[in-house]
Every structure is written in C-alpha cells, then in structure tokens.
C-alpha cells in the first residue's frame, strides 16, 4: 500500500519562503511521475508543479513559474517543493501525489485526474 507523508507547511508573510517536502513508501511501480497539487477553499484541487521519473524538463503553472523550484531525490521517492516570494494567492493545503508513468519517464501528468497516490496534505498560509 503507497504512502505518501508531507511536511513543511506552515504560516509566513507575503515575500517570505517555504520548503515543502514529501516522502513516498510502498510504491510498485517501476517508475512513476510526481507532483504537487493546491486546494484553496472553493477552489478545484490545481496542478503547481510536477517531475517525470527522470527529473528532467519539470512542468510549472504560470502562476508559480520562477518563484517555485520542484526536485526529486535520487531515490526518486522523495519530493521537495522550494516556494520563494510567496503570495497570498498562494494560501491552500499542498498535496503531494504519484501516478505510474508505465514507462513514459519524461511524462508528468497535470492534471489531478491522472493521479491514483494522494498525501494528506499540509496547509500553507500566507499573511499579506
């Protein structure tokens, strides 16, 4: 059974910077993409970045392009997500999650749908 824990979320004022973290076990696949998704109140669950198993050639939404950095361990089970100059916008739970990439390890899917492995998530909220 996958497991996917998150941390790092947490409370900071606008300009400041977070660094989310997730940790996968119990995963079989042979290789599998990663990426981390945002839900604010009312809001659909939305894509912010995502990683092919490869780590190449990681996939931003515009609204987070320059201010995110997404990197996946060697292991590959683990994710990092460095968020810089945050905004209040930027306010939701974080969720980490997987899908297998049945060899296609250049791909990441963006969109939620594509996922089948969920954390629980962890709150990010940004004070302007």
């Known amino acids: 059974q ?4 998150e941390s790092g979320g947490g409370s900071v004022q606008a300009g ?3 660094r989310l973290s997730c940790t ?5 696949f042979s290789d599998y993409y990663m990426g981390w998704f945002r839900q604010a109140p009312g809001n659909k669950r939305e894509v912010v970045s995502c990683i092919g198993y490869r780590a190449w050639n990681p ?3 515009d609204s987070v392009k320059d201010r995110f950095t997404i990197s996946r361990g ?4 683990t ?5 810089d100059n945050l905004k209040a916008q930027d306010t939701a739970v974080y969720y980490c999650a997987l899908a297998d990439s049945h060899g296609a390890d250049l791909y990441c899917g963006q969109l939620a749908t594509e996922y ?6 962890t709150l990010v ?3 302007s």
């Open 59 to 61: 996939y931003y939404a």
């Open 74 to 77: 060697s292991a590959k089970n």
């Open 125 to 127: 909220t940004i004070s």
């Open 24 to 28: 996968a076990s119990g995963v079989t």
């Open 2 to 5: 996958v497991r996917i824990v």
């Open 79 to 83: 994710l990092d997500l460095q968020m």
């Open 16 to 18: 400041g910077s977070l």
């Open 116 to 121: 089948t492995e969920w954390g629980q998530g």
